[in-house]
T-cell receptor, first 115, second 112 residues
């Protein structure tokens, strides 16, 4: 079974530029998550989708971050404009559903450096 | 909100046993996960506890006490490849989703 795919793996941009990350979840997984992991910290949930609907985006900085999952499969996370403090690894995860024992499986992440 | 505490770093010897503790405070506890994360890689699932007690899976075991807001991950017969960060994550019912809040991770170093 293929895992969660993400691209690009690395991205370097200047502050105030825009950037987009792509995620393809495990086939059949209805729930998709985007996390931000700053060096030395645990992942922080940015947004959670159930199929193509948003379940939780309470920690998403909506003035600069946006995400979509139009067809309920792939998802894109965008930052516009980027700030220095956005430098982090952006992890995508998916789970089969939202049930009690539902495990999240993570992709390899995109390491973003903002200069 | 939630508060999750775990030690920042631990060092242990190859072949030994190490216990990584995690304490948490949450209003809507709905399960606790342990993930392993090697440097530069994604977290990988290790264990899940929702009821009190011990869950054993090979060299790894995880324990939960809901009344104490406490869990630990036990690693036996340590190997060099076990050097990694171990993340404790608590799931909360709030918001109707499967929301995980992660601790900052415990960096384990296994030495010869």
């Amino acid at each position: 079974e293929a895992g969660v795919a993400q691209s690009p793996r690395y991205k370097i941009i200047e502050k105030r530029q825009s950037v987009a990350f792509w995620c393809n979840p495990i086939s059949g997984h209805a729930t998709l998550y985007w996390y931000q992991q700053i060096l030395g910290q645990g992942p922080k949930l940015l947004i959670q989708f159930q199929n193509n609907g948003v379940v939780d985006d309470s920690q998403l900085p909506k003035d600069r971050f946006s995400a979509e999952r139009l067809k309920g499969v792939d998802s894109t996370l965008k930052i516009q404009p980027a700030k220095l403090e956005d430098s982090a690894v952006y992890l995508c995860a998916s789970s089969l559903r939202q049930g009690l024992a539902d495990t999240q499986y993570f992709g390899p992440g995109t390491r973003l450096t903002v200069l | 909100g939630q508060n999750i505490d775990q030690p920042t770093e631990m060092t242990a010897t190859e072949g030994a046993i190490v216990q990584i503790n995690c304490t948490y405070q949450t209003s809507g506890f709905n399960g606790l996960f342990w993930y392993q994360q090697h440097a530069g890689e994604a977290p990988t699932f290790l264990s899940y506890n929702v009821l009190d007690g011990l869950e054993e899976k090979g060299r790894f075991s995880s324990f939960l006490s809901r009344s104490k807001g406490y869990s630990y991950l036990l690693l036996k017969e340590l190997q060099m490849k076990d050097s990694a960060s171990y993340l404790c994550a608590v799931r909360d019912r709030a918001g109707g989703g499967n929301k995980l809040t992660f601790g900052t991770g415990t960096q384990l170093k296994v030495e010869l």
